[in-house]
């Protein structure tokens, strides 16, 4: 069992910043893929960033590459995602989850926190 918290997220500006957080909890975190996720409401959810256990291996989604960047910290069990040049499309809940292996896909993910709120004003 992994039990993933997200914080940081809140407003921001067009063109700032913003960096999340996201802590694991209970399995060992540097066995696992971690990943990040948004969801804005009338849309699909989004794949925006990956990494595996190693930190090695990153993805980006489109929309965020040279923007976002993923990275963790295995000694404090926890992933960040550092958003800058914010745009107002970047508004969504951001979801972390933990899984067995990198994808850009939600298949591999079997734990998932519980999101937290990115607003972006123009």
Same mark, same amino acid.
């Given at each position: 069992?992994?039990?993933?918290?997200?914080?940081? $997220?809140?407003?921001?500006?067009? $063109?700032?910043?913003?960096?999340?957080? #996201?802590?694991?909890?209970?399995?060992?975190?540097?066995?696992?893929?971690?990943?990040?996720?948004?969801?804005?409401? $009338?849309?699909?959810?989004?794949?925006?960033?990956?990494?595996?256990?190693?930190? =090695?291996?990153?993805?980006?989604?489109?929309?965020?590459?040279?923007?976002?960047?993923?990275?963790? =910290?295995?000694?404090?069990?926890?992933?960040?995602?550092?958003?800058?040049?914010?745009?107002?499309?970047?508004?969504?809940?951001?979801? #972390?989850?933990?899984?067995?292996? &990198?994808?850009?896909?939600?298949?591999?993910? =079997?734990?998932? $926190?519980?999101?937290?709120?990115?607003? &972006?004003?123009?």
């Amino acid at each position: 069992q992994v039990q993933l918290v997200e914080s940081g $997220g809140g407003w921001g500006q067009a $063109g700032g910043s913003l960096r999340l957080s #996201c802590a694991a909890y209970g399995r060992t975190f540097r066995s696992v893929a971690m990943g990040w996720f948004r969801h804005a409401p $009338g849309k699909e959810r989004e794949f925006v960033a990956a990494t595996s256990w190693s930190g =090695d291996t990153t993805y980006y989604g489109n929309s965020v590459k040279g923007r976002f960047t993923i990275s963790r =910290d295995n000694a404090k069990n926890t992933v960040y995602l550092q958003m800058n040049s914010l745009k107002p499309e970047d508004t969504a809940v951001y979801y #972390c989850a933990a899984g067995s292996f &990198v994808s850009i896909t939600v298949q591999p993910y =079997d734990y998932w $926190g519980q999101g937290t709120q990115v607003t &972006v004003s123009s």
